[in-house]
């Protein structure tokens, strides 16, 4: 695994190959995601300034799509479906013990690293309402009981 200076460096080389191109922010966030995991303010302010663009067009861009983390993710994604389906079937609760459970807020992820919470839209499961997923996995038809048992198979994992 590199070290952070490597990191840096390989940023560094991919903004000069991107210096001057059309969607050079996109292609740079992709691969300073691939690079770091995830877009921290640092490596967006590299980006503007290697690129000549402005931090609110970087910042921008980042945050609007849903692919970039600007936060060190989870070895474990967890969505919790709030699409209309899941969300009159009592998806909040699930949501909010997911968030008990783990001791953290829908888009954070915990202090050990291990789970990152999102609230998303439509699953594409809606006769399973409500709809968890964990990366692949699908939990349906859930109960806010249901979620410690849940949880807790993968943290034995």
Known sequence: MPDIREKYAE?????????????AVMRALQGAQEIFGHV???????IAEGL???????????TFYSQFALEPRGQYIIGVCLGTACYV????AVLDRVCSELKTKA???????????K???CLGACGLAPVMMI???????????????ILDKYRKA
């Open 11 to 23: 940023l560094d080389k991919l903004i000069a190959a991107l210096k001057g191109q059309e969607g």
């Open 40 to 46: 921290p303010k640092d490596v967006q302010i590299l």
């Open 52 to 62: 000549g663009a402005t931090l609110s067009e970087v910042y921008g861009v980042a």
């Open 89 to 92: 079937k009592n998806a909040q």
């Open 107 to 117: 888009g954070k992820t915990t202090e050990d690293g291990l789970f990152t919470i």
């Open 119 to 121: 609230d998303t839209r």
């Open 135 to 149: 990366n692949d996995d699908v939990y349906g038809n859930l109960v806010p009981d249901k979620i410690p048992a």
